[in-house]
């Protein structure tokens, strides 16, 4: 058996170090004020502060070390208790910033990368504010609608409405997963109340069939729009100004005379402040298609991908406040594949304003 790396056992030195600060936090207790957000182990802690055989710890729960650690409020209770970055008060804040910056560097240098390139990776659906997040659909035409959407059928689904249930279901579950504690509400036009736009708000494809989106994407002043072209009945192409000309986006078509077989569609991830609330954020996933659209979530969600595709966002966008991404998303058995921001092609319009 090999000698752990020198980096590695440091971070779990000082894994340890913070947890025997109080002689009555015991492995046990801190696994069990971290699993209010996600369950975990004793075991598993002692991994982490093994001096023979360190294993890293995730970066979120490095997340939530930086957190537990920063506010002497953690131990007051009988149960010791993990506090989101909402519920510390200014200095907690910065103590907190501190050492999670500091755990980071020592996670990346044991994972043989630099402190500059661990830090780069993001995770867009964490929203560590812990505000409410609402995912704004569009809702189907009744023309379209099956008969399970009809209310009056025994069999009645609600979800039968919903347009781009796929990608719905994917980026609902995923950032249920990554905010445990923060309120997720989906919600069709007829459905949003003037409070759930004060959050952070993710519009769910197209604005065809949602006014709503249609406003708020006028609103968020993107360089990116969708207009109607009479040559594709099946959806709406994108439009960028690229240098002082505007340049359409198309998807593409195994027989393009029949436009039946899709092989290639078009989709956009965009993220602006909240033209609502600018302490939130605004972020759109669309495509021309149901597919593009699905592309656009799983871009950030597929677990072979995110890292990446995060990364890539980082590199390109740094501190930018708003970015905006049409990307190829291509299709292949009739399923979309997700799209990796760094492979050739794929990134077809990027643009980024403004700083945090």
């Not at 439009?239 to 998807?251: K, T």
């Not at 740094?318 to 990134?347: C, H, Q, W, Y």
Request: hydrophobic share 40%.
């Amino acid at each position: 058996m090999q000698p752990a790396p020198p980096a590695a056992l440091q971070l779990a030195l000082r894994l340890r170090q913070l947890r025997q600060q109080s002689p009555r936090l015991t492995q046990k207790k801190l696994a069990n004020a971290f699993s209010a957000e996600e369950s975990l182990s004793s075991a598993t802690v002692s991994s982490w502060e093994s001096l023979s055989q360190p294993k890293l710890p995730p970066e979120h729960r490095i997340d939530a070390y930086a957190r537990f650690f920063a506010s002497p409020r953690s131990l007051l209770p009988k149960q010791p208790k993990l506090f989101s970055v909402d519920e510390l008060n200014p200095d907690e804040k910065k103590a907190y910033e501190k050492l999670d910056a500091e755990l980071l560097g020592l996670r990346a240098a044991a994972s043989g990368e630099s402190p500059d390139e661990e830090l780069i990776f993001t995770r867009s659906w964490l929203f560590r504010d812990g505000a409410l997040v609402t995912i704004v659909c569009a809702q189907l035409p009744d023309d379209v609608i099956g008969e399970f959407g009809d209310p009056d059928n025994p069999n009645y689904t609600e979800l039968q409405k919903y347009a781009d249930i796929d990608a719905l279901v994917e980026l609902f579950g995923h950032i249920r997963s990554e905010n445990p504690k923060a309120t997720v509400h989906f919600r069709i036009r007829r459905e949003i109340k003037p409070d759930d736009l004060s959050g952070h708000i993710i519009l769910l494809g197209g604005v065809v069939w949602n006014d709503i989106a249609g406003r708020l994407s006028e609103m968020a002043k993107l360089p990116i729009r969708q207009v109607d072209d009479p040559p594709l009945e099946s959806g709406e192409i994108f439009v960028a100004d690229v240098e002082g000309r505007e340049v359409q986006f198309w998807p593409k078509w195994a027989d393009e005379d029949g436009k039946k077989v899709l092989i290639e569609d078009v989709g956009l991830l965009a993220r602006v402040p909240n033209p609502l609330n600018a302490s939130r954020t605004l972020t759109i996933c669309n495509g021309i298609h149901s597919r593009g659209v699905y592309g656009a979530v799983r871009a950030l969600t597929e677990l072979e991908m995110r890292e990446a595709n995060e990364r890539y966002i980082s590199t390109n966008f740094g501190g930018a406040r708003s970015f905006a991404i049409l990307m190829s998303v291509k299709v292949i058995n009739n399923e979309a594949m997700t799209p990796d921001f760094n492979s050739p092609d794929v990134v077809l319009y990027k643009w980024a304003e403004g700083h945090a």
